[in-house]
């Protein structure tokens, strides 16, 4: 059974930057996909960022130059590195993983809350 783990929210303000950590437990890590979701109050759930096993990146425009995602394979994590935050990136961040053969993220963290103040 997949597990992931997230840490590394809390408060900032604007401008500052934060690093989200999330660690993958119970299979092969190398074989998922990870990605990062937020959902801020009243809205709905986005993806954020995603890294292949490989390595390749997707970024939603809206983070896009400001945040950076990055998997070690030796620690089983995946790093969002953020930068230049704003007030509207305020979320809780969730952690999934999905199986690089599957079309769905099957396995997501309990959440992170991230606030920007302005």
């Known amino acids: 059974q997949v597990e992931v783990a997230e840490s590394g929210g809390g408060l900032v303000q604007a401008g500052g930057s934060l690093i989200l950590s999330c660690v993958f437990y119970g299979r092969t890590f190398s074989l998922y996909v990870m990605g990062w979701f937020r959902q801020a109050p009243g809205k709905e759930r986005e993806l954020v960022a995603a890294?292949?096993?490989?390595?390749?990146?997707y970024d939603a425009d809206s983070v896009r130059g400001r945040f950076t995602l990055s998997r070690d394979h030796a620690q089983n994590t995946v790093y969002l590195q953020m930068n230049s935050l704003k007030p509207e990136d305020t979320a809780i961040y969730y952690c999934?993983?999905?199986?690089?053969?599957?079309?769905?993220?099957?396995?997501w963290g309990q959440g992170s809350q991230v606030t920007v103040s302005s």
């Open positions: 890294i292949t096993p490989g390595g390749s990146t």
């Open positions: 999934a993983a999905q199986h690089h053969s599957s079309s769905t993220y099957d396995y």
